[in-house]
């Protein structure tokens, strides 16, 4: 069973560019998460998409906006880049059910992302 | 507000020794999981171990287990038999129904040597 995949692996920008990073889950998983490991502030919960809407947010300015497709995989962009942004960004799928108590995430190999 | 930590940044044990990494929480939620993450030099997070809440037993995968202890909010992972493989980065998670985001620790870089 193939894990969850994303793609670029590297990608290099500059200030002030947009970037699309995107991902595809495992297959029957219907959320994916994306969190943010930047150098020093450890890994960070950005967006949780499930069946295709945006379901929780964490702390980071409305730049970063994603969006779930009917196939299940996902964007993650981010307008207005800032050299901070310079991070790995990680997605994980998972088969979240409101009726269990909680879900295992299984994470994509991330997207290194420069910004020069 | 929902914290873990990591107290130990760096730990090292040696070849077929057992060594254990500990991790405390904070929350306020009565039902929550909790997990052990694996990021080698690949930085791929890879999934160790995880352990309900509601559980009693702790929960143990080969040559992994954890002690958890609910009342002391404290989730400890124990590697036996270490292996040069198992070199990484371990990070200690929980999330809990409500938002399902993981809330990470900082992280314990382990070293293996022979």
């Known amino acids: 069973e193939a894990g969850v995949t994303q793609s670029p692996t590297h990608l290099i920008k500059t200030r002030g560019q947009q970037v699309t990073l995107r991902c595809s889950p495992i297959?029957?998983?219907?959320?994916v998460y994306w969190y943010q490991q930047a150098l020093g502030l450890g890994l960070q919960f950005l967006l949780w998409?499930?069946?295709?809407?945006?379901?929780n947010r964490g702390n980071f300015p409305p730049r970063f906006s994603g969006r779930q497709f009917p196939n299940y995989s996902s964007e993650l962009n981010v307008n207005a880049l800032e050299l901070e942004d310079s991070a790995l960004y990680l997605c994980?799928?998972?088969?979240?059910?409101?009726?269990?108590?909680?879900?295992?995430?299984?994470f994509g190999p991330g997207t290194r992302l420069t910004v020069l | 507000a929902q914290t873990v930590t990591q107290s130990q940044p760096e730990m090292s044990v040696q070849e077929a020794e057992t060594v254990t990494l500990s991790c405390t929480y904070d929350t306020s939620e009565s039902d929550y999981y909790l997990f052990w993450y694996k990021q080698p030099p690949s930085r791929q997070m890879i999934l160790v171990i995880r352990?309900?809440?509601?559980?009693?037993q702790n929960a143990t995968e080969n040559r992994f287990s954890v002690n958890f202890q609910k009342a002391a909010k404290s989730f400890s992972l124990k590697i036996s038999d270490s292996q040069l493989g198992d070199a990484a980065m371990y990070f200690c998670a929980f999330n809990t129904g409500t938002a399902s985001k993981l809330t990470f620790g900082t992280g314990t870089r382990l070293q293996v040597t022979l």
């Open positions: 994980a799928s998972s088969l979240w059910v409101e009726t269990q108590s909680t879900d295992t995430q299984y």
């Open positions: 352990q309900e809440a509601y559980k009693q």
């Open positions: 297959s029957g998983h219907t959320s």
């Open positions: 998409y499930d069946e295709g809407e945006e379901r």
